[in-house]
């Protein structure tokens, strides 16, 4: 087996802290999407990599990393400019799921996902738009972060969907994630109060497979028991497929206004399934916005009224675990449905959630999430490290 599983770009570019504090001695790598001053990030495309220059400084998520006394030792794969939920890339290869090398290990984030499973490092930084650090966490079972939209400084990033992108982090316990969170944050503080309502979304939990849910199931009564309140409830009546348009919409119209030009100027040589996603985003038009926009904001103010600052919602971060390498397109793209309509919910509504590897069926992790209301993310983290952590 490769020492590296696959997971690196470049395993050798490494950065010294430039302070000191909580992440002193830890080591981390970065999705190859990040500005690292002096480097090219290639998103995993290798026309992308030759059409983009060196940055001239850290992305400011790296540099609040290493004033904390964080070490940076790697550049990690992607999926080819953060397109996908696989993992699979045709230019690099596929990363190898170190807890399930016949699965793939999910994306786009896959390589910081590998890295942080195998022990190569003790945290890595990814991105997230429509699941790219919860799915990849779930598949190669660690501990994955998506904030709160905004909230942790995107700048430096190579964008996908702007008003979707989030960058999260990934950890193999609760505390190194607690502890990355109260750096990228930035003093956000817990809220003062308790969670003190827990909901599960049955339209949710119907999207996974029947291995996920009773293997998931044992351990929400770990979360229960902390709750007073807790409840069954229905998101979307008339489905979550509905929501997950929604999503898929907005975020090709972002996607095509962000790179559109490029793609148009470059032709860039992409993968097959990558290709033919952006040139489904080539066809939609503007004045197609207007209703999923308002859509948005109504799952938005719902959202909102749901969880509040002390309400929580509990699914599973995916369908079940990871798909085998090889399985067939149309296979393939049922899976993405299924797996968007979860991923979804926190990314319309602009929420945290925080996936747990807490499960596993036929002998590969699955991830159960939990999803606060906004800005309670260190809310979240904390709470998380008092029922899970060991420290």
């Known amino acids: 087996m490769n020492k590296d599983w696959g997971a690196f770009v470049h395993r050798d ?7 000191s504090g909580i992440l002193d001695s830890l080591s981390f790598a970065v999705k190859d999407v990040f500005d690292i001053r002096g480097y090219t990030s290639g998103a995993g495309n290798p026309d992308w990599l030759r059409t983009h220059s060196p940055a001239n400084q850290h992305a400011l998520s790296i540099q609040r990393l290493l004033n ?13 400019l953060m ?12 990363p190898v799921n170190p807890k399930a090398p016949e699965r793939i290990p999910g994306g786009s984030s896959s390589g910081s996902a590998v890295a942080v499973s195998a022990g190569l490092v003790d945290f890595a930084l990814g991105t997230d738009t429509g699941g790219s650090v919860r799915i990849p966490s779930s598949y190669c079972g660690v501990y994955g972060f998506r ?10 990033v190579i964008p996908l969907a702007p008003s979707f992108d989030t960058v999260g982090w990934m950890a193999r316990d609760t ?4 502890d990355v969170g109260q750096v990228l944050l930035d003093g956000h503080q817990p809220h003062e109060s308790d969670f003190q309502r827990m909901y599960f979304a ?11 849910r009773d293997a998931l199931s044992p351990s929400v009564q770990i979360f229960k028991n902390r709750i007073n309140e807790c409840k069954w409830i229905t998101l979307s009546p008339a489905g979550l497929t509905e929501w997950m348009d929604i999503f898929r919409i907005l975020q090709g119209l972002e996607i095509w206004e962000t790179h559109g030009k490029w793609i148009e100027q470059t032709k860039p040589r992409f993968g097959t399934h990558i290709g033919k996603r952006f040139s489904w985003a080539s066809t939609l038009q503007k004045n197609e916005s207007r209703e999923p926009l308002q859509l948005r904001q109504n799952i938005r103010n719902q959202m ?4 509040g600052n002390n309400g929580l919602l509990v699914i599973p971060t995916a369908p079940g675990s990871a798909p085998l390498k090889g399985m067939s397109g149309n296979e393939m793209d049922l899976r993405r449905a299924r797996t968007l309509q979860l991923c979804c919910i926190a990314g319309l509504a602009g929420l945290p959630q925080v996936t747990l590897p807490i499960a596993e069926t036929h002998s590969s992790p699955i991830g159960l999430s939990i999803i606060a209301g906004h800005g309670q993310d260190a809310k979240l983290l904390e709470w998380v490290h008092q ?5």
């Open 147 to 156: 904030p709160t939209h905004g909230l942790v400084d995107i700048n430096g």
């Open 13 to 19: 570019l490494e950065v010294d802290p430039s302070g």
């Open 304 to 307: 909102s009224d749901l969880l």
């Open 202 to 212: 049955d339209d949710a939990w119907s999207i996974s497979d029947a291995e996920c």
């Open 68 to 80: 904390h006394g964080a070490r940076l030792t790697g550049t990690t794969h992607t999926d080819e």
């Open 387 to 391: 029922i899970l952590g060991t420290e």
């Open 83 to 94: 397109y996908s939920l696989d993992g699979e890339n045709e230019h690099y290869g596929t």
């Open 175 to 178: 505390k190194t994630l607690l």
